[in-house]
């Protein structure tokens, strides 16, 4: 059974103070690895896709890369408006279609 | 590009009553999903379709769950009869093909008392 894991589950940064999510998975042939971003009251909010072990992604303050077993969100200085819940999921080449997602990050930026 | 619509936003029903909810995916994409999110939880995968044939039901409770997605555009996803444990926001997200990242809609935010 494909499963994904993120940690922390909760984050508390100060403005400014760079940090990393991890989403660690299990399954059987990875076709992808998403990113989302989630916002309380509104659906996921598309990030990232990462396809092989070595890639990386940027946009803005957020940097996501992927190895064999995990993939990391790198996020620099952060602003308030960064606060949100991160979700990672991933695409298997086995089994069902359709995304396994983990139970997400929530990340608070305090001015 | 106008996004995936869903509607309604908002529904309270009482157990054993009906609900329908309706999505229509982004223009071009032949992949639609629904997920199911409980709070507090990542989305959980109910249904796909590939234009307008199911791909994955395998985790949809179908005494009770039921989709159809006529014409391979809109869609429609009904509980009959709900249960309190079916509280939660109903996803439908669209793709352009299997392999691509997926768009998600506002949802829907059910509530049985």
């Known amino acids: 059974e494909d499963q994904v894991t993120q940690s922390p589950e909760a984050l508390r940064l100060q403005e400014g103070e760079s940090s990393s999510l991890n989403c660690s998975y299990t399954?059987?042939?990875?076709?992808?690895l998403f990113w989302y971003r989630q916002d309380p009251g509104k659906g996921p909010e598309f990030l990232f896709t990462l396809y092989s072990a070595g890639e990386e992604k940027e946009k803005e303050r957020l940097k996501a890369t992927l190895t064999k077993k995990e993939s990391f969100l790198h996020i620099t200085a952060p602003k308030p408006e960064d606060s949100a819940t991160y979700l990672c999921?991933?695409?298997?080449?086995?089994?069902?279609?359709?995304?396994?997602f983990g139970k997400g990050t929530h990340l608070i930026i305090q001015p | 590009e106008a996004g995936v619509a869903q509607s309604p936003r908002y529904k309270i029903i009482e157990k054993r009553q009906s609900v329908a909810f309706w999505c229509n995916p982004i223009s071009g994409h032949a992949t639609l999903y629904w997920y199911q999110q409980i709070l507090g939880q990542g989305p959980k995968l109910l249904i796909q379709?590939?234009?307008?044939?199911?791909?994955?039901d395998s985790q949809l409770p179908k005494d009770r769950f039921s989709a159809e997605r006529l014409k391979g555009v809109d869609s429609t996803l009904k509980i009959q009869p709900a249960k309190l444990e079916d509280s939660a926001v109903y996803l439908c997200a669209s793709s352009y093909t299997r392999d691509r990242e997926a768009f998600f809609g506002q949802g829907t935010r059910l509530t049985v008392v």
């Open positions: 999921a991933v695409l298997a080449g086995g089994g069902a279609d359709g995304l396994t």
């Open positions: 379709f590939q234009n307008n044939g199911v791909v994955d």
């Open positions: 399954v059987s042939g990875l076709r992808g």
